[in-house]
Structure formats: C-alpha cells, structure tokens
C-alpha cells in the first residue's frame, strides 16, 4: 500500500504485486474516466453497469467523457436497491454482457454505489472466465469499502453476500463529486463504515471524525477528501496483507455480523440500508464486549452518541415499522441468520469485538447461550 499526490487527487497503490491497482480519489474523475482507463486497459472496449438513480445523475458525465472513442459498448441500466444484488439480477446483467460482445479482454465498469459494484463484479469475475473490472464509486460507503479490495457477492435469502468471489478491480475512481447529488440517507449510511476504520484500528481517526463530523457530513470538500483517503489507505493496508480474509481482513467486519443478519431480517430493503445496519451492529459489538469485561464501561455510549450526531439507527428498535407486520425480529430468527455469516467455521460463529475504541480483534470464543441472551436483551431495548 502506497500513497501518492497530485494537484486535484490523491492515489492510493493497492499493493496486490502484479494484480496490484491504484484508488484515484478526487473531484472530477468521471469526466476523465476513459482517459484514466485507457492508461491502464489500452484501447479496450467498455460495457458499463449503473443503476437508475446514478444514471439519471451521472451517467451523462461518463458518456461525455468517452465522447470521441469507440470504447464505449454499451450500458446496462439496474432498479436501484439492495434487492437487486440477486440470481435473477446476475443471469441479467451475464446475459446483457454477452449480447454487447464483451470479450475476455474487455472491461466491465461498475458505475454506482456497493450493489452495483458488488454485482457488477460478481459478472464480470464468472463472465467467459473473467473479465476486467473498473469501479467508479458513486456513494460514500462504496468509496470507502465496497469498490477496493476484490470482493463481489450477490445475496440470498439465507443472507447477505453469500455466493460470490474475489476479483480485484484493475482501477478504482472515486470522484467525490458524484457525493454532492448523493441523498443524504445514503450519505450518512456510507458515513458509518468510515467510522468503521476508526473504531477498528485507528483511535485519532475517530476522535477527528468526532470532531468534524459536521463538515463530513455537509460534504466540506476537503473534510470529505480526508475522510475517504484515510479509510482507504487502511483499507488498501489490510487487503494486501490478507486479501482472502484468512486473518486480519476480518476486523473490516466489525458490526457485520449482527449487522448482516438485520438486513436479512429486513428483506434488504430501503427499511435498513447497510451503512444504518452496520451502525446498530457496531454498538451492539461494543456493548457485548463491555458485557464481557473486554473493554471499559462506557465505550458504547460513546460510540453510540456519535452515531446518534449523525442520525443513524443504533438500536433494533430504531428500525422503522413494517407495515405488512414483522415489526421486532424474533430471537430465533437472528440467531439462525447469524449461524450463516461468512466466518462461520465448522459451526463455530466469529465476531469482531473490541478492548477499546481502535483496538478490535476476532473473537471465536462466543458462547451461544450468552449471546442469545445478549440479543433478547437488545430486542428488549
């Protein structure tokens, strides 16, 4: 991992050896994007993958910037939302891709937030084999996790990013433009996982977070650049020492767990984005290591009173109501959702728990009694 400067970017080096690729991030990446990919994909031709709402917003942007060039081969337009991330969705976009004529040498651009990428990555690994893949962010929470590190993933009903594969973009451009039209739900929810890299690793990080979480969130431009470069820079660190999550990879995943497992309960819908179900599992992880004497009381109070300054979910029962019914989830139902997170191994749950705020670890020693107490309680909340 290495970091360089130019006069309007910074980039960061993804240190993968020769599957290593650069973060541009800065303003007004998309407007240069087809010079950007020519510098690293040749004269290949481009199939881009959006979404409805980032094409209305920023699709024009990437068109004009390929104006001129016969790369451009198509577009391939989603519904918007996390139920996206689906079999159906997947057979689509392959489907699409294969009428285009993209070909083993060509590049898939995945131009949207983290169900965009993560699908449009997803087809492009298992599409004639493998394909390239260039991600350009267009949400904060895909700037700062989803588009750098190789993982794509489709959902199912049993949970969150379960069929899937590691593939790693040749180029990642985060223009921190495409923020400025983003709805200020989906900001904040992005906001949660780079309050993530502070709670995990990096105590300074959280305390300038705390005390500029105003300008973050206002999308103060140079607030905004700072947080983004030093979420990615710790992401970037972590991927090249354990790309395929087998150790340190896995602290990335504080308050997924509990996290993932609500989404599901949801339906992946608009009623729990993941940055919001993230910020409840980050407290929740914070309080079941206080409950354990791993870390001081009072921690989780302080994690949970920024979040709050941010206007995210904290607790289960700040989950809207369903109106269809299904208001609370039931115990067992968590706990069996839980049971197919990721890092299960031989049955065996991992979680992310912390000995204070920066200081995270991977814990395998979780009683299930103890934590199905925890969760009645945190239901009861």
């Not at 009903?157 to 069929?163: A, D, F, Q």
């Not at 968590?334 to 191994?345: F, G, I, N, R, S």
């Amino acid at each position: 991992m290495s970091k360089t400067e130019t006069q309007s970017t910074c980039i960061v080096r993804v240190g993968l050896d020769d599957r290593a690729y650069d973060i541009h991030i800065g303003p007004g990446l998309i407007d240069r994007a087809a010079r950007l990919i020519s510098d690293v994909c040749g004269d290949a031709r481009c199939a881009v993958i959006t979404d409805e709402n980032v094409a209305a917003a920023q699709l024009p942007r990437l068109e004009a910037a390929f104006a001129g060039t016969a790369q451009l081969a198509g577009t391939i337009v989603l519904p918007a939302g996390e139920a996206t991330k689906c079999f159906d969705q997947l057979e689509h976009v392959c489907d699409r891709l294969l009428a285009i004529g993209v070909e083993r040498g060509d590049v898939v651009i995945a131009l949207g937030g983290g169900v965009v990428g993560d699908l449009a990555g997803f087809a492009a690994s298992i599409l004639r084999r493998g394909v390239r893949m260039v991600q350009i962010p267009t949400s904060l929470l895909a700037q700062v996790d989803s588009s750098v590190g190789g993982k794509t993933g489709i959902n199912t009903v049993r949970g969150k990013n379960l069929i899937g594969a590691f593939h790693q973009p040749v180029l990642v451009l985060a223009d921190t433009d495409a923020l400025q039209t983003l709805p200020d739900r989906q900001l904040r929810a992005g906001y949660a996982e780079v309050v993530k890299y502070g709670l995990l690793g990096d105590r300074p990080f959280f305390n300038w977070l705390d005390a500029n979480i105003d300008t973050v969130l206002a999308r103060n431009e140079p607030s905004v650049l700072h947080a983004v470069e030093t979420s990615c820079l710790a992401k970037a660190s972590v991927v090249a020492a354990d790309e395929r999550e087998h150790g340190q990879r896995a602290l990335l995943n504080l308050g997924h767990t509990f996290g993932h497992a609500l989404e599901a309960w949801a339906g992946y819908s608009d009623r729990l984005l993941h940055g919001e179900a993230i910020s409840i599992g980050m407290v929740m992880a914070f309080r079941y290591s206080e409950r354990t004497g791993l870390c001081e009381p009072g921690l989780a109070d302080v994690v949970e009173a920024h979040f709050k300054r941010a206007a995210l979910p904290t607790r289960v029962v700040d989950i809207p109501s369903n109106t269809k019914g299904g208001d609370s989830p039931a115990i067992d139902d968590l706990m069996t959702l839980m049971a197919q997170d990721k890092k299960v191994e031989r049955g065996q749950l991992k979680f992310i728990l912390v000995r204070d705020i920066g200081s995270a670890f991977v814990s395998s020693d979780v009683e299930s009694d103890d934590l199905r107490n925890f969760i009645e309680s945190e239901l009861a909340r």
